[in-house]
């Protein structure tokens, strides 16, 4: 190291040390601000009703007494507010105080001085709120830092662009206030930040990129103009990192006009929930809404109907070959899942505006009270022109109107005296208290028998017609499933061309429909057809949605989304190769090009999760393997292990475990094919090691030695992998191939494969240089050429 470096170093640790001087200061400053907020709330609190007027003699008293709550409630809510505030930002200035920022620019602007510009996980000011001494990584500026190697760069602000020159590029590793590392960098953001970044140890959190954001991610992160951004990205290469971070800036610059409950994402299963869920409160912002869609489905379906999960229906395709209606469902899920399906229910719709909707009675008390027949009559005659939705609220209204004249002739009938005479005491008292409420607490008794039972009478009638009017109201007079139903009964006009096994595809639909059970692949479809009758559900909350693993949802689950959020930005982030499931793959798939003007598609080739070896191989498991580029990260090479029998295949596993911990490995995840054989892995092993099991009801997974299903690894990675039966038996069907991919792309260091018998076609088409075999392997061959 040269002098000027020396002077260099010494100097940036001075300005480190300057700036915690200053982070303590502000902590100090706003710790005095809190304390006088909090006390104050606290005051505020303690004397609230001291401070407001209470009197309800006259209605011009009432609203007076209201007005006045009403002040001193927003006076609170509002120091409770700034003191929110302030308990974010020491939060955030105590994140600061830990590691000021991670990297500098010197920028010139033309014209301008040169100035250098600091980059941290939020902006801090100089005591007199004059000069920044820490930009924000969200800042106009800073994207400099992510965009340009040194030399001439520019960027955009909200007055336009802004050129100069980039005379220094550096970053910093800062921990505990004192720096550990710094480096001058050169095109990418410095491949040693990266490396050491990289090549730590996996958590079972995801952490933030912040520090060393790529270009194309930023792409990414700081696009503001799509109303569609579709990111296919390989495995590992950042899609959802990009996506946490683009969250985090999307708040941060429309924070006037959005908030966190403003974003959704969609994640592939509710491990992947918690798994992201500490990005964002890491960068200082709260969490956006997460959801599954299963989780949506369940919601609007699950209380009536069983719906099937999209595991269960995964784990037929996998272990259901023999079933006699397995190649039938194939082609239901792949149909079911199209968008001609859903052309389909619209002619179905089409062809309901004249008749073929179905109602149910409406029973009280185990009468008939309002017939289906009178529904239906009802609602054809109303004006075909008005849409199906508009003509079952008119309905609607109409049966609640029966419903209110029955109530009326109810009154006069012999079993509400019955019920009277059988009122509890809390039921008579529950009435008076209703009776009183209605006379504005005026009256302390009925005012004679005459009245006091008429209005009991009235309350016991109302009690029973309730329930009646809500699911009136829920429109459960309509009869869903047998509309449903009619998809696959009737003949319905349609110009395309249905699949070869309709017919089929029929039988197996009403079979399940008559138990009741709304498989996976009908829950969207039968939703989609629900809305189109009750009237279309839209929610306007929302402003982005991100799609996470996007190639597994189908174009009609897609499309269904789409209406759901009419007026939000959407980010679809997803890799066709691990298109685990059956309807996302050979047919039309969401990222294949649409005439959609509003779409801009970012392609990610680099894989930064896993060594450069392990790249190496699981790139030429996939068909278009050669565009993926490895991160140039040394590591080992995978290995096969072929094991003639389960006792075999344990006692070898153990032993790669008990390796890998010596290692200094802390996530070690075997994966199973399915469930099923995560469990029986989980059991072989258990009186061995600790582990924990991992199902499709787990939200979330410690450090350690995990036993999972592959569609339940998705989106997560672990130090090293274990692939517990990577046989021909287990994965000989081309069908499996992206299941096989998914599972080995989860390694970041170290990838093992073992396998029963014969490995898997996968593995033998690879090139033998890309993979070590050990051990049994040369026997194995040997015992089968005897054979
Ligand atoms: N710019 C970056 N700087 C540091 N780490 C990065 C960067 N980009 C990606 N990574 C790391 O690479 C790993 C994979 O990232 P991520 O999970 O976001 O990828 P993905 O494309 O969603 O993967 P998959 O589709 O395989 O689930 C993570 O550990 C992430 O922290």
Redesign the pocket.
Known sequence: MNNEEEKEIRQEKERIDQMIVEIDHAIKKLHNRGSDVKSDALELRKTFWQDVTVNLDEPDDVIETFTSIKQQAELLSERERSHGQIHKRLKTLARLKDSPYFGRIDFKEEGEEVESVYLGIASFMDRNEEHFLIYDWRAPISSLYYDFPPGPASYVTPEGMISGEMTLKRQFIIRNGKMISMFDTGIT?GDEL?QE??GSN?TTQ??S?V????KE?NRIIRNEKSKLLVVQ????????????QRVAYLLYRYRETLASENIMLFSPNPLFNSYVSTVLPELGEENMKQTTFQEYLDSQLGSHYRVEDSFSQLEFLLNEESSAYYHTRMASIRFKGSLSFKDYIDSFLDSIHLGGLYFKNIFFRGRVIVSKMDILDQFYQLDMKMSIANRIQIVQDWIIKCLRTQAKKEQKKSWVEEEIQLLEKEDYLAAFNAYKKKHRYKKDTFNDFEEEKKFLVKQVVNREMKPLIRSVKQLRFIDMKKIYQQIFTEQIPFTQELPAEWEQICQISITALQKNILSYEDATPFLYLKERIEGKKVNLSIRHVFI??AQDYSPFQFAYLKELFPYSKMTL???MN?AIFLHSKDMVNIFQEDPDSEKETIV?TK???STKQIVEFTRGLVLDGDKIEPFNREGRKPTLTIVSDEQDLKWKVLERIHKLRHRGYQTIAVIGKNANEAKQAFLALADQIDGYLMEKGSIHYEKGLVFIPAYLA????FDAVIMYNASQKNYGREMERELFY?SC??A?HELHLYSLGTESMFISRQPETTYDVLENYENMKLQERKL
Do not use: N, P
């Open positions: 953001i990266l970044v990289l996996a995801m952490k990129i520090a060393t954001i790529q991610q990205g390989v495995a590992g290469s950042g899609k959802t990192s990009a996506a946490l996470d693993e982030l997803g890799d691990q990610l894989s930064y999760r998705k989106g997560i990675e998914t792309t989860r970041m």
